[in-house]
């Protein structure tokens, strides 16, 4: 008997974010039958996005979820902005038992976040980790992936402007912290790798950019980028928490600050840089270095915008 091979449908959770969406156009653009599934699909006004098939669902709904995984074969998993453990752990339990009465071939997970090795009081952390066990044992064949900082952070509209106008780059991570500093772009390629990398699965990889490099040496590659001195300044991550809070609310903004108050602490020397050539070589990839990711991204944008 001859077993016919389903032909591939990728379901990708926060399809209307920055992660997710990049994750959805790579796959998309590269011909792949993709569905970016979002709360509010119809939001998100994202380049490539008529290649891909919005999906309305709920994370927190199972039913929503088993419509939504149906036919699906690979998934490329995110969680939102949320850090209460209860939710989380239900997102990802729903997701597991749709991705299971799914068949689905492969699940990805991506933390957005590295995890220290010692249990923390930070949900931050806590909750991206309780994820990750749910979605290892789940029974689907799984590839975790746990990225640095992104590059991304910095062409915003909170620090694109005092980077072009004034030469500061302003972050709340000490001067001295070694990070290996990735792009969005680049977390696309690595999630489409790990796809593929049989031997990954029911494993997990710490991935980054292609560049370790302290907050003084990426100022430096900004200065050359934008012809101009660049200066790093560490911002507090109080002041970083209450800017957040006004985005995205002090619930979230909590979350995410954790994870700074974590580094800030000086406990986690090496949590933001795994090796380049490791992760390249793990998934046979060319990642981007800070400088190529610079020079590409039209910075003329924030020039002359209020900081």
């Known amino acids: 008997m001859t077993h016919t091979r389903r032909e591939r449908c990728y379901l990708v959770t926060g399809a209307t974010g920055f992660q997710g969406g990049a994750v959805a156009r790579l796959l998309a653009g590269r011909g792949d039958t993709v569905r970016g599934l979002a709360r509010r699909p119809g939001r998100a006004d994202t380049p490539g996005a008529p290649l891909v098939t919005p999906v309305a669902a709920d994370l927190g709904n199972a039913e929503d979820l088993r419509k939504a995984f149906d036919g699906v074969t690979h998934a490329a998993v995110v969680m939102p902005l949320e850090y209460a453990a209860d939710t989380v752990a239900r997102y990802a339990r729903n997701i597991a038992d749709a991705a299971r009465d799914a068949g689905v071939e492969r699940i990805v997970y991506n933390t957005n976040t590295p995890l220290p090795d010692a249990v923390t009081g930070f949900a931050g952390f806590e909750t991206r980790r309780a994820a990750e066990e749910i979605l290892l044992g789940s029974g689907v064949p799984t590839v975790v992936i746990r990225p640095p900082v992104y590059l991304d952070n910095l062409f915003s509209p909170w620090n694109g402007p005092a980077l072009v106008n004034d030469g500061v780059l302003a972050y709340p991570l000490p001067a001295g912290q070694r990070v290996a500093w990735m792009s969005h772009q680049d977390l696309a390629t690595v999630v489409a790798a790990a796809f593929e990398a049989e031997h990954l699965v029911g494993r997990v990889l710490n991935v980054g950019g292609a560049e370790i490099l302290t907050g003084p040496e990426l100022a430096d590659r900004f200065g050359r980028a934008l012809a101009r001195e660049v200066t790093y300044v560490p911002l507090e991550v109080a002041r970083f928490e209450e800017g957040l809070a006004q985005i995205v609310g002090s619930a979230a903004a909590a979350g995410v600050a954790g994870i700074y108050h974590h580094v800030a602490s000086g406990t986690a020397a ?28 039209p910075w003329r944008t924030w020039a002359g915008a209020a900081d």
């Open 270 to 297: 090496h949590l933001l840089d795994p090796e380049p050539a490791d992760v390249e070589r793990e998934l046979g990839v060319r990642l981007t270095p800070a400088r190529e990711w610079i020079a590409a991204q």
